[in-house]
């Protein structure tokens, strides 16, 4: 059982970036070019952000707000602070709680996506998750009576929301548990960027645990080069490459998060119509999109889904730009938007497409 994620990472730009960065740019970019990077344990994984600009001073307080930005946003989304906004609601028995702008804002999304994709994504999912205790020491199989009585308080559509002249109030009934795991990273990483090109910073990569961001044009090369994770190889190894201008890279899989037990592997994405670590034809599945926060929650939602129904809803939604390896088979799927900026690097592998109007 692992608690890192690091399911893609920028290849231009491993490890410790500014190293690699060097290495790799020996020409008039690195002389041209100051980078400051950090990493910080935040939101239950490993944070890496990597700035590149002229002015090193300039990069480094940059560096210290987005870290300062990434604790308040933990403080409002974790349901692991029981002060934070979704902690005061997951406890407030069926009243309004005043939540910040950012946490209104940011339910409000994860209700219309869980809409959207048929509650495959589910915020409300939050006792299913408190259950099996996926990713901690204390990871169990919950009995069904257990699990069955989880289940009774998912139901996403009775959250509600409200803003009072521009005060925010969010209401869950009592019993049910929000969630945001699935998306907050993405929000997190949205918001991480959005201060970032305030504070005039050209190029950067944001990584929330492999949740990738990226701002501006990739040093020397131009485009940005992220390795997409082999489930079943070591870490760092990679079966394919995005090569892409700015956008958000985001992985979901069930290979970083789990415990086995009988030679049985459970995971940390739950499917919310059985309660149990979802039953996915993949074994990995990448969103490319400018929006960190909508490619967050839908590849957990398309993991969710498996191949069928995340087909029909590819066909419905051919715009997205994505990747999924199939498990126990040597191939890879890709929707026609994202036919370009993804190359397979595994030789034993094959590419087909899924969704669109190409198949
Ligand atoms: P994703 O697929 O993006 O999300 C999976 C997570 O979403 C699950 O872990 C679960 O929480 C939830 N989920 C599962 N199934 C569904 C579903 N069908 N629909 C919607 N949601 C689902 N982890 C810790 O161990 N300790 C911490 O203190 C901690 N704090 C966190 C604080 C914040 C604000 C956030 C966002 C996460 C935190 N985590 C913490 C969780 C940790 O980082 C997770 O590994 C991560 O959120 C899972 O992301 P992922 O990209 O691996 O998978
Ligand atoms: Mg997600």
């Not at 890192?4 to 490890?15: E, P, Q, R, S, V």
């Not at 902690?87 to 946490?103: C, H, M, Q, Y």
């Not at 119509?273 to 929006?291: C, E, L, N, R, Y």
Request: hydrophobic fraction near 40%; aromatic fraction near 8%.
């Amino acid at each position: 059982m692992t608690v890192k994620k690091t399911t893609c990472f920028a290849i231009a730009a491993a490890a410790f970036f500014c190293a690699a960065f060097f290495i790799y740019g020996r020409t008039q970019a690195a002389a041209q070019q100051s980078c400051a990077a950090s990493e910080n344990y935040r939101m239950g994984t490993y944070v890496r952000v990597t700035l590149y600009g002229a002015d090193k001073e300039k990069l480094d307080s940059a560096l210290k707000e987005t870290d300062g930005l990434l604790v308040e946003l933990e403080e409002l989304f974790s349901a692991n602070i029981a002060s934070s906004d979704v902690g005061r609601i997951n406890t407030a028995r069926g009243e309004w709680t005043s939540v910040d702008e950012k946490t209104y804002s940011l339910i409000s999304r994860a209700g219309d996506t869980a809409k959207a994709t048929g509650g495959a994504f589910n915020p409300a999912i939050g006792d299913v998750v408190k259950l099996w205790k996926i990713g901690t020491p204390q990871a169990r199989i919950p009995e069904a009576y257990e699990i069955a009585r989880a289940l009774r308080n998912t139901d996403y559509g009775k959250i509600t929301l409200k803003n009072d002249n521009g005060k925010f109030f969010v209401k869950a009934p009592e019993g049910m548990a929000l969630d945001l795991g699935a998306i907050a990273k993405g929000r997190a990483a949205d918001l991480l960027k959005a201060r970032l090109l305030e504070l005039n910073v050209q190029s950067a990569i944001i990584d929330i645990g492999g949740n990738i961001d990226l701002i501006g044009k990739a040093p020397k090369r131009g485009l940005w080069k992220i390795g997409l994770q082999h489930p079943d190889h070591p870490r760092g190894e990679y079966f394919g490459v995005i090569m892409t201008p700015a956008a958000s890279v985001v992985t979901s899989g069930p290979y970083e998060r789990y415990f086995e037990k009988d030679g049985k592997r459970y995971h940390h994405i739950f499917d919310p119509a059985t309660g149990h670590p979802a039953i996915s034809d993949f074994s990995s599945v990448t969103i490319i999109d400018a929006d960190s926060t909508k490619a967050d929650a839908l590849c957990t939602a398309l993991f969710v889904m498996g191949r069928k129904k995340a087909d029909a809803f590819l066909k419905k939604n051919p715009e997205i730009a994505a990747v999924f390896l199939l498990s126990g088979k040597n191939e890879a799927l890709v929707t026609p938007h994202a036919e370009t900026l993804f190359q397979l690097t595994d030789k034993n592998y094959k590419k087909s497409i899924i969704g669109g109007a190409k198949q």
